[in-house]
């Protein structure tokens, strides 16, 4: 198995980082991209005022989880728990013996290959991995790599070297970003996520106010809480709830908030949630407190109201689950969004879209009863708020 070692600071990881990641994935095969923040660069010192270790960790598992490869992607906390400055060679050194006989290469920016000669043992680092380095720009191509990588082969032989120069490579450096960011620039080097990430912890000198949100920086914030694989579906049911919003009458932003939040603490674990409704004091059903499904909606809703001051969609994303009987105008739409938006694929799914479009009560009826089948069928427990829609919304319609 050919395993790429891409360490560095990661403050904070933009996407510069990861276009270089998937081209080196590429040129190399790799079947495996281990991203690892250090812990005390031995090279340089980390600016003042940067995040903590855990939180460099945590911006680069968002950032990779960018990449949408969660099956060949990974992130080591190797250096950031380990005592002293973290040495290549040492991360090197206990990569083979947590992966052994795999092949190793070690990925790097232009800069830090010119300079490798100079690291800590860089000898014992050539003869541990492979060393594939990639230009930042159009102009880092053979006239900049040649002479290191011959300088490299005579003094280390047996040393394997690959550069490629990525070609449309952002440009930006982490230290660039860092002076950016307090002025409220940097967004467009950085994933939706990281950004959001970084607005959600206050980092790089951000003040950003979560209960005044701009749509565009609260998708990211939202963003930042889920797992990429989920943001399709969001994105989605976004432009779905602002679709019906504006055929129903009802406020267009406030759908699209809902949207943007309704599945942010999807992937919170059962105590995460319960922890949340605690706080604000929202009692459960045994049945909710068991069920993940029906926790995301409670936790969710309560972070909306709470945290991001959005006490107008509160109703729309506690029964987005469930539905329930005499819904709202906002909670029925947020509710057929979220079933039927564009990259939702089931055989009713053409009728209920017909339905939201023609007959709201008709569709929500309907998506209840499609819930109460999948319930029976799964010989799982109904939630009384969906078995109360489904007779509600059954009588309306028969009526």
Same mark, same amino acid.
């Given at each position: 198995m050919k395993i790429g070692i891409y360490g560095g600071s990661f403050n904070p990881p933009h996407l510069g980082h990861l276009a270089a990641a998937q081209a080196?994935?590429?040129?190399?095969?790799?079947?495996?991209?281990?991203?690892?923040?250090?812990?005390?660069?031995?090279?340089?010192?980390?600016?003042? +005022?940067?995040?903590?270790?855990?939180?460099?960790?945590?911006?680069?598992?968002? %950032? %990779?989880?960018?990449?949408?490869?969660?099956?060949?992607?990974?992130?080591?906390?190797?250096?950031?728990?380990?005592?002293?400055?973290? @040495?290549?060679?040492?991360?090197?050194?206990?990569?083979?013996?947590?992966?052994?006989?795999?092949?190793?290469?070690?990925?790097? +920016?232009?800069?830090?290959?010119?300079?490798?000669?100079?690291?800590?043992?860089?000898?014992?680092?050539?003869?541990?991995?492979?060393?594939?380095?990639? !230009?930042?720009?159009?102009?880092?191509?053979?006239?900049?790599? %040649?002479?290191?990588?011959?300088y490299l082969s005579r003094t @280390? &032989? +047996?040393?394997?070297?690959?550069?490629?120069?990525? &070609?449309?490579?952002?440009?930006?450096?982490?230290?660039?970003?860092?002076?950016?960011?307090?002025?409220? !620039?940097?967004?467009?080097?950085?994933p939706e996520a990281v950004y959001g990430y970084i607005l959600r912890e206050k980092l790089y000198g951000t003040r950003a106010d979560l209960k005044g949100l701009s749509l565009e920086d609260l998708r990211c914030v939202s963003y930042s809480m889920v797992y990429a694989k989920r943001l399709a579906h969001i994105r989605g049911c976004e432009e779905e709830a602002a679709r019906l919003a504006r055929r129903w009458g009802a406020d267009e932003d406030r759908m699209r908030r809902a949207a943007i939040l309704h599945d942010c603490t999807k992937y919170f674990s059962c105590r995460e949630h319960l922890e949340i409704c605690d706080r604000y004091g929202l009692e459960l059903l045994p049945l909710e407190r068991a069920t993940d499904k029906l926790l995301h909606a409670k936790s969710g809703a309560l972070l909306a109201k709470h945290v991001f001051g959005m006490d107008d969609i509160y109703e729309a994303i506690l029964y987005h689950t469930t539905a329930r009987a005499g819904m709202s105008l906002e909670e029925k739409l947020l509710y057929i969004a979220d079933y039927m938006e564009p990259n939702r694929d089931f055989p009713e799914v053409g009728e209920l879209r017909r339905l939201a479009y023609t007959d709201l009560d008709g569709a929500v009826g309907m998506g209840a009863a499609l819930s109460v089948q999948e319930m029976l069928l799964r010989d799982k427990e109904l939630h009384h708020d969906t078995r109360e829609a489904f007779e509600y919304y059954k009588k309306g319609n028969e009526g």
């Open positions: 080196a994935v590429a040129a190399l095969g790799l079947d495996r991209l281990v991203f690892v923040p250090a812990g005390i660069p031995p090279h340089k010192d980390l600016a003042p +005022g940067s995040p903590t270790p855990d939180q460099r960790l945590e911006m680069t598992r968002v %950032a %990779a989880d960018q990449l949408l490869m969660p099956e060949r992607t990974e992130v080591w906390d190797a250096e950031v728990h380990r005592a002293g400055k973290s @040495y290549t060679a040492d991360t090197l050194e206990e990569a083979a013996r947590r992966w052994p006989g795999d092949e190793l290469w070690l990925l790097m +920016g232009t800069d830090m290959f010119l300079t490798l000669h100079q690291w800590a043992e860089p000898e014992r680092i050539l003869r541990l991995a492979g060393v594939c380095a990639f !230009g930042r720009t159009e102009a880092d191509g053979e006239a900049v790599f %040649a002479p290191q990588r011959d @280390y &032989p +047996g040393a394997r070297l690959t550069t490629i120069t990525v &070609p449309g490579l952002v440009d930006i450096s982490s230290t660039q970003l860092r002076e950016l960011l307090p002025r409220g !620039g940097g967004r467009d080097f950085l």
